[in-house]
């Protein structure tokens, strides 16, 4: 069936190195997709979002890059920090509304050693 | 800024039993939603309210139900709790008026024995 999936469900980076965490979707018509971070404990926060009419979009340390040929995204984070372990989420909603009915991945798990 | 606010935090329930999970947000946002997720897992829509007034049916409805009580409060119930049920049930609200993403709380961790 269709899904939202990741490729890698833990990704282990050395601290001040970059990192890119994947993901598959396999709905061409999903239009709005999100990434969110979550820490031990704690809800989903949001990072980054992107609509389908963009390519790229870039935040504080973070870059979202969207192919829709492939219907793959990936979120970048620059110097990645020991904050920044958490588990990743990506987003995408399928309903053509802005944010009902957002389907998420099962998450990836980044580790930053030290 | 409290954003949205789930209570209790933590629970522990007998099977049969039933309980209602309240949350609140001050953003005046007009869509609300409740998810669960299981150990591993990410997310799953139980139930969402556009606007106030409103609830509809997300993809694992079965054994909750939900009340937009106004714009600030949406509470999830369980009628007859199941160990099935054990889980963290997150809430969200989110201003779809102006195509903002979701803001989630901070979760009730649900435990049925």
């Known amino acids: 069936g269709e899904s939202v999936g990741l490729h890698l469900p833990t990704l282990s980076v050395q601290e001040g190195d970059n990192s890119i965490i994947n993901c598959a979707y396999s709905n061409s018509a999903s239009d709005y997709f999100i990434w969110y971070k979550q820490e031990s404990g704690k809800g989903p926060q949001f990072i980054i979002d992107?609509?389908?009419?963009?390519d790229k979009r870039q935040g504080q340390r973070v870059t979202v890059l969207l192919n829709k040929t492939v219907k793959h995204l990936s979120l970048q984070i620059a110097a990645t920090q020991p904050g920044d372990s958490a588990v990743y989420f990506c987003?995408?909603?399928?309903?053509?509304?802005?944010?009902?009915?957002?389907?998420f991945g099962s998450g990836t798990r980044l580790l930053v050693r030290p | 800024n409290a954003g949205v606010t789930q209570t209790p935090k933590f629970q522990v329930l007998k099977t049969g039993q039933s309980m209602t999970l309240q949350c609140a947000q001050d953003m005046n946002h007009n869509s609300m939603y409740w998810y669960r997720q299981d150990p591993g897992m990410g997310l799953r829509l139980i139930y969402y309210s556009a606007s106030e007034g409103t609830t509809d049916k997300g993809e694992v409805p079965n054994g909750y139900n939900v009340s937009r009580l106004n714009k600030r409060e949406f509470s999830l119930r369980l009628e007859s709790a199941a160990p099935s049920q054990t889980s963290v049930y997150f809430c969200a609200s989110s201003d779809t008026v102006n195509n903002q993403p979701q803001h989630f709380g901070d979760g009730t961790r649900l435990s049925i024995l």
């Open positions: 987003a995408e909603n399928r309903g053509g509304d802005s944010s009902y009915k957002l389907i």
């Open positions: 992107i609509r389908s009419n963009m």
